[in-house]
């Protein structure tokens, strides 16, 4: 199969592109597969290369059959400095322009376009891994002018702005008959029938690389990660992973942990976001040199060598690919039932789910329950290993591809009959 894929970028630190980069390098082993990267920029995705017209064209071998020494051609989409509202309008013509050239051009063909969130009118099949209506909707008490500083409103109109151009793009392309969805969790996929009512949706989960992330590696690297972050012998370490602290639950967290000063805990925050509020809470909680942040880095592994056990209140996450992890580690994990990845979890058996994570009692409840039972860490641990091991990139790239597949199959069908 011949595929174009769209994603503005590619890389393995955020979790939409992550995946993608997963499934593409998977999709290459298909020897009848050709894929063709429609992106601004690509990193840590292995055997592409950039797109040459010669170089992708197939030759003849001594067999007669035709070979191509590489199934992964990047065609380099130009971008443009600027806010983020201006830089996705450009992105989003610049995308279709780059392809139609091809087209007239190179007499590129493909028998899909696959993109991965909203790119493109003509998508033929999409994988959505954040419904925009829904999360509007979250977000809007923030966007408030009237509660906001004037010094804001500038920010606030552009991040309004951005959302809304999603929002109608939503509408004009979820609801169209021939696009094909696929969301990464039930929960996604019950979203977009309450807004779109699309014909079906499939739901392909997340994965995780159980080789990258493995009990054994955790204990290989737990020392020297322990002394990094300066935790003692008595630290029971939780973990929280995210950039956008308000959606993770991190003044929940907080306010929960100072239920339970008495216990020896600390809390490790990975991430990037505004601190001031935060360092606010911590210092009215009493909870100063308790909570540690740090900046992400590619070797994530070591946060979770670090931890005993990781903490997931999110508001909202479509999936919230830490917990899962998190739990290829061995670690017990404490997730928001509104994060799609509280789904392969079965509460009090290989994790513990939160009805509310903004029920500080309950999630305090959960918190102080792991750190006062090394047991029931032990066993949370084990269980959430194996759950997490059934649910692989491998498997998450196999069903997609299969997805891709039929899609392909019936859009050749709907243009054979009509």
Not at 28 to 34: F, G, S, T
Not at 72 to 90: E, N, R, S
Not at 352 to 364: F, G, H, K, S, T
Not at 399 to 417: G, I, P
Request: net charge positive.
């Amino acid at each position: 199969m011949r595929l174009a894929v769209i994603s503005p970028f590619l890389d393995r630190r955020h979790g939409t592109e992550r995946c993608i980069v997963e499934q593409l390098e998977r999709f290459a082993l298909d020897p009848v597969a050709e894929i063709h990267i429609y992106a601004q920029r690509i990193q840590d995705l292995r055997g592409v290369t950039p797109y040459k017209h010669e170089a992708a064209t197939k030759k003849s071998d001594h067999t007669g059959e035709t070979q191509t020494a590489n199934r992964l051609f990047w065609h380099k989409v130009p971008a443009i400095p600027g806010p983020h509202l201006l830089q996705y309008i450009f992105w989003f013509f610049a995308n279709r322009i780059c392809r139609w050239w091809d087209a007239a051009f190179h007499h590129t063909q493909y028998d899909l376009l696959y993109s991965a969130g909203i790119n493109a009118t003509d998508a033929d099949a999409i994988s959505v891994h954040v419904v925009f209506h829904e999360f509007y909707r979250q977000v809007l008490p923030q966007l408030n002018f009237r509660s906001t500083s004037l010094a804001a409103w500038a920010r606030l109109a552009h991040r309004r702005a951005y959302y809304r151009l999603i929002m109608t793009l939503e509408n004009r392309i979820y609801r169209r008959a021939t696009v094909s969805l696929a969301a990464i969790s039930a929960s996604a996929a019950a979203l977009l029938e309450k807004y779109f009512h699309p014909t079906a949706t499939r739901v392909i989960r997340y994965g995780v690389d159980v080789q990258a992330f493995s009990v054994p590696r955790k204990l290989a690297e737990r020392a020297t990660a322990r002394k990094l972050f300066q935790l003692s012998m008595e630290d029971f370490a939780l973990l929280l992973i995210g950039n956008d602290w308000r959606t993770k639950g991190l003044a929940a967290l907080l306010q929960s942990l100072s239920f339970i000063r008495e216990l020896p805990w600390k809390l490790l925050v990975v991430g990037r976001d505004v601190r001031d509020p935060y360092d606010k809470m911590i210092r009215d909680y009493g909870i100063a040199n308790r909570v540690i942040f740090l900046p992400p880095s590619p070797n994530v592994m070591q946060f979770y060598a670090a931890a005993d056990a990781y903490v997931g209140p999110s508001l909202e996450d479509a999936y919230g690919l830490p917990i899962i992890e998190a739990m290829a580690c061995g670690l017990p994990v404490v997730a928001s039932s509104r994060a799609g990845a509280h789904e392969i979890i079965t509460n009090g058996s290989d994790g513990i789910i939160l009805r509310d994570p903004q029920n500080v009692e309950e999630l305090a409840a959960a918190l102080r329950s792991l750190i006062t039972n090394p047991s029931l860490c032990a066993q949370l641990g084990e269980r959430a290993t194996r759950t997490a091991q059934t649910h692989t990139w491998d498997r998450n790239a196999q069903r997609t591809w299969e997805w891709l597949n039929e899609v392909a199959s019936n859009k050749k069908a709907r243009h054979t009959n009509s």
